[in-house]
């Protein structure tokens, strides 16, 4: 299994970023996509998360308003658009795939349920 982030880079405070995660050795569809950021010397927090449909999403309130999430199956794609960039938001950035084993199940938000972890994009934001 691979998932590959791309995407971040250095934005001016007020800026967007897109970032991208291709999944390769997973039934794509089957799965929730998340992502999840790191800043240095604190743990890892969940941003947002869709479901393996891609009909539901479910972002942090931190992030809520700022950012959307979508997939696209057919390309095993996930993407994370992220706007209004504060120095805050500076981080690794990282997308994770869980296991989606009912249509009706809650959208996972916590590192632990997340099966396969790609290698994070570096997300800085000037001020």
Do not use: H
Request: glycine share 12%.
């Amino acid at each position: 299994v691979q998932l590959q982030a791309s995407g971040g880079g250095l934005v001016q405070a007020g800026g967007s970023l897109r970032l991208s995660c291709a999944a390769s050795g997973i039934i794509f569809s089957s799965y929730f996509m998340g992502w999840f950021r790191q800043a240095p010397g604190k743990e890892r927090e969940f941003v947002a998360a869709i479901n393996g449909g891609g009909r539901n999403t479910y972002i942090s309130d931190s992030m809520r308003g700022r950012v959307t999430i979508a997939r696209v199956n057919a390309k095993n794609t996930v993407t994370l658009q992220m706007a209004s960039l504060n120095p805050e938001d500076t981080a690794i950035y990282y997308c994770a795939a869980a296991p989606q084993r009912s249509i009706l199940g809650p959208i996972p938000t916590s590192t632990g349920e997340y099966s396969y972890w790609g290698q994070g994009t570096q997300v800085t934001v000037s001020s």
